[in-house]
């Protein structure tokens, strides 16, 4: 689990409209569910909400545990999902069986935007001796799920209409079914107590005392993209880059960050590397390290479609070479960043980067080239596709245009992880050696890790 603690609340939701009660009433509830829910959203700085993908399912039956997660902090929210939930079957006669959901992904950390949030689901079968209806508690989480576990034939609550406003579950089934066993050990090493879990109403921490390399692991988020491309133009090459940032302070409370908690040290590096070469060189290579602050959510709207954030910070550039071939750029940076949330479900972002530079004895033209604004846009959709452009204006009509586009590769036939990425450059500055040289349009084709 990660070692970033946040506020979770947890939002259960119930499907009326399978028990047919009076149209009046079933309305009135609806509504007091859905007003308690908006108000656990709303209030709450980040959580999880948690429903079933069924209303009924016998013993043996596999039922999904489907969560959302939603981001309302100021930042980019760092989560990890358990690969194991522990849930507690409730009888209305008090009987409680144990069993395990099991993550249907890979447990990879998520960073969720501003805003923004993200699906899970978790796998689970129906145990034997669960009949009738049920009371499903997630341990450690404050929330309960209905489900009717009688077989179809059988069920009074999914199958037929209720004729009083309660109705007794089902009978059991012959027991011709057998559980999967549950191994030893499983409920203890997903968080659960030995002997029994806690109220529903309980909560417990979202993850034990972190080690050094998990504190290490959970400072660690995205920072530039990262990618590797190839084209063909002048011979066969590629641009790659590699990049992250360090989370200097962790807040004690997430959800009530201090200044120094938006302190982050970064780093990039991009080569421009000549594969048709006969000893395939790298042309260069530019290595930029960076201090800053930097925050996604200064201000937002009241409907919170809208909201800007800020960074700030001072950078190096360097090629690492000496001689006539040594180039070092330093400069430090404002950044505000305008965003807007659009109803369908994607985010554009509008970022100025204004520039000032110091100690570049080597380069003192090297703003006639590269200007003084980074002129960036960004239109990301959830789950989908993403577009960034780069606008460089220098001196004397010195223009540099950036355009990508990037896929996740998991919406196509080979459902694997990452992105297809298409870049496009033309203008000055393709590598730091070459800051003053203008390169043709070129066109590369690869793979970004993070658009």
Known sequence: MTHLVFDLSSVSRVQLDA??????????????LAASALLTAFSAQ????????TIRAASGEEVRVQGTLFNDTPNTLSWTPPKELVLQWRDPNGKVVRSLAHLESAPNQVDLPVNNFAAFSWRAVVPAAV?????INIEGESVLLALDASAPHESLIAQAPAQA???????????AYYDPALPEGAAQAAGASIDQGPA???QRSLAAAPSAFEHFRNAISPFEPIYFDLGKRDGTNARFQISFKYRLFTPADASNPGFFNHLYL???????WDLAGESKPFIDTTYNPSLFWHQDALWQSPERRVFAGLAAGVQHNSNGKSGADSRSINSYYLEPQLNYRFSGGSTFTFAPRVKSYFGKPDNPD??????????????????????????RQGKSGRKTVQLEAAWPLRRTFLDMNGYLHVQYFHGYGETLLGYNQKSSPQVRVGLALVP
């Open 19 to 32: 028990v047919r009660m009076p149209l009046r009433a079933r309305l009135t509830v609806q509504a007091a």
């Open 46 to 53: 980040a959580g999880m909400s948690y429903q079933l993908d």
């Open 131 to 135: 009949k009738g209806l049920q009371a």
């Open 165 to 175: 406003p309660i109705v007794q579950a089902g009978a059991a089934r012959d027991g």
């Open 200 to 202: 529903p109403t309980g």
């Open 266 to 272: 970064g780093y990039t590096q991009r080569s421009l």
């Open 366 to 391: 090297y703003a006639d080239y590269a200007g003084y604004v980074d002129w960036k846009a960004r239109w990301a959709q959830d789950n989908g596709l993403v577009l960034t452009g780069l606008y």
